[in-house]
């Protein structure tokens, strides 16, 4: 099945490649499907946080290379309405999530993509709810193995310098996360 549909990144997942200088593996997996919601680029822009400017620079790089696009919630969209349910006012027993996480959800529901997070544990009620397709970075790096882009040894490191950024990844090393998903 070949999968058309663009992907809306948190900020969580696309630093994990950021960090470690790898966001070519995302454009190589995803040509043209990168979205980036203007939530997330903001995340990335926050100037009160010098230690990850060369993030947002690295995106602007994306974006100017047509790599990556950036995603605007329009206050009178669908989007929006749910962006700001899931932000400040979810319904009873579900929680407030982060500003980024509720942008990619909202895009891919109503934009019919797919949302890219590594955030589980506040997101998952969502994507059952909402029928998203997900991917994590895991799964992401799992692509990249499956099309060659990357072999398991080069993975591995990806994998621990992703850690040593305290990206949360799920598993200790690559070779876990394949062993876990065959």
Known sequence: ?????????????????????????????????????????????????????????????????????????DINSKEYKLYRKLTVNPE??????????????????????????????????YIEEFGLIHYTTGDIMLMALNKGFINEEQGNIIWANMLSKRRKLGYLTFSDCINANK
Not at 20 to 44: A, M, Q, T, W
Not at 101 to 119: M, Q, T, V, W, Y
């Open 92 to 125: 009873p027993g579900k929680k407030i999530i982060g500003k980024g996480e509720a942008a990619s959800i909202s895009l891919a529901k109503e934009r019919k993509g797919i949302i890219a997070s590594n955030n589980l544990k506040d997101i998952s009620t």
């Open 1 to 73: 099945m070949l999968l058309t549909e663009p992907l809306f990144f948190d900020t969580d997942c696309i630093s994990a490649f950021l960090w470690v200088d790898n966001e070519s593996i995302l454009s190589k997996l995803f040509p043209g499907r990168i979205v980036i919601p203007k939530e997330v680029y903001d995340e990335l822009s926050n100037p009160r946080v010098n230690q990850i400017k060369h993030l947002k620079n690295q995106v602007d790089l994306m974006i100017k290379n047509g790599q990556a696009t950036i995603e605007t919630i």
